[in-house]
């Protein structure tokens, strides 16, 4: 019995082992995972694309060998907003979550934790775009319908609070001011919600940028960390 009780603890003792020697691992820094990202941008605003990672190889290599992707970007769910294209990437080089109004919620949370702690993914952006439909309708204050109210209620403080900052700005000059302010209410609300996140930035291991997606030009305007970061990385509570 002593003999087949160790024999069971050596083969979990084996594959955990083996679960964590086959953890993917980071291949570029936050940095560098940034850097290659505005390669890909000014690539795709030039129309000069590469389409890298694209092609049969790079598919089976995936199906094989499991997605190690280098970025996370939570963006929008516009249909003028196709987020592997914008960074002119390929199969299996981000790891993608699509909202309207690139909000954060609690699932939206476990999906970029997901990516950040078992897929390897050391930085996340979080991309509001120009002409975000999402905002410019809170903005306008009309009534909607469905689970459009709930989905759109982490955007009305941010423009609320746009809107007594800015008295005398209208139209897309305002709509601008908002949709920056909602991207910096997204990541706000991430950190917020997830402990996990809030230590992996502290602890230098992951990146988290905000960014602006004109999308008639195609550019990509990066607004870098968090004004308040520090602040937020230090807050506690939220999902455990």
Not at 1 to 25: D, E, G, N, Q, W
Not at 193 to 219: L, T
Request: proline residues 5%; hydrophobic residues 45%.
């Amino acid at each position: 019995m002593k003999r087949v009780s160790f024999i069971a603890a050596l083969i979990l003792a084996l594959c955990a082992a083996m679960a964590l020697a086959s953890a993917p691992k980071p291949t570029l820094t936050p940095d560098q995972a940034l850097e290659r990202l505005q390669r890909g941008n000014e690539r795709f605003s030039a129309a000069k694309l590469i389409h890298p990672n694209q092609d049969p190889f790079r598919r089976t290599m995936t199906a094989k060998e499991g997605q190690k992707p280098f970025a996370t970007i939570l963006g929008c769910a516009d249909s003028r907003v196709p987020l592997e294209l914008v960074f002119d990437t390929g199969v299996g080089d981000l790891f993608v979550v699509r909202v309207a109004g690139n909000v954060t919620y609690f699932d939206g949370a476990g999906t970029i934790e997901y990516g950040a702690d078992h897929l390897g993914s050391n930085l996340l952006v979080v991309l509001g775009h120009t002409k975000c439909g999402a905002v410019n309708a809170v903005l306008g204050g009309g009534e909607a319908h469905g689970n459009i109210p709930a989905l759109v209620a982490n955007i009305v403080p941010p423009v609320t609070r746009v809107k007594a900052e800015n008295p005398g700005l209208t139209g897309e000059a305002l709509a601008n001011k908002a949709i920056e302010a909602n991207t910096w209410q997204s990541i706000e609300d991430l950190f917020k919600q997830s402990p996990m996140m809030r230590d992996m930035v502290k602890a230098g291991n992951v990146k988290v940028v905000g960014a602006i997606y004109d999308i008639e030009s195609g550019k990509v305007n990066w607004l870098g960390e968090h004004p308040k970061q520090a602040e937020l990385v230090a807050l506690t509570g939220g999902a455990k």
